[in-house]
């Protein structure tokens, strides 16, 4: 199947508010805290969680881009056992994946997943960290039920 369009027109254009919002997101969340590796490997991440080829492709060269390896890039999806990340990046990933997995035998975060974090991260950080997952599932319903168009630029990645 090949999907020349989006579902929906741009958002930013029908809802102008987006732009702050994105805006002041960006901002919270290119505070210096966190290497921008991190960010967008919790954000490559949650894309590959939800399945959003969009998000995907979008965190993918946004990690091309704060010069991450093409096997850290790869093994995301198989981060347990790769041998590219660091501890602190290896928290963060499991940070949004204990948020956007359901966990059977009790909370999605457990004390212990947070205390390890709290080891890695001062508060201001882990602050950061936590909205880094907030901005990518702010947009999550977005890329999910518009699907913009992967891999264009932001004007062509929705229905005129």
């Not at 009790?106 to 960290?129: C, F, H, I, N």
Request: hydrophobic share 40%; with cysteine; glycine share 8%.
């Amino acid at each position: 199947m090949t999907v020349t369009e989006s579902r929906l027109p741009n958002p930013a254009v029908l809802v102008p508010e987006l732009k702050d919002v994105g805006g002041a997101l960006y901002k919270a969340t290119g505070n210096g805290t966190i290497p921008q590796i991190t960010i967008s490997l919790v954000q490559l991440r949650a894309g590959q969680i939800v399945g959003s080829t969009y998000l995907t492709v979008l965190h993918t060269g946004n990690l091309r881009k704060a010069g991450a390896t093409e096997e850290s890039i790869t093994a995301v999806a198989s981060w347990r056992d790769a041998p590219y990340f660091t501890d602190a990046e290896r928290i963060a990933l499991e940070l949004v994946e204990s948020v956007l997995t359901p966990n059977p035998f009790g909370e999605r975060v457990p004390d212990e997943l947070y205390s390890r974090a709290s080891e890695q991260y001062d508060d201001k950080a882990l602050a950061t960290l936590i909205m880094a997952i907030g901005q990518v599932c702010f947009f999550l319903p977005l890329a999910l039920i518009g699907k913009p168009l992967p891999g264009v630029s932001p004007a062509e990645q929705w229905r005129p």
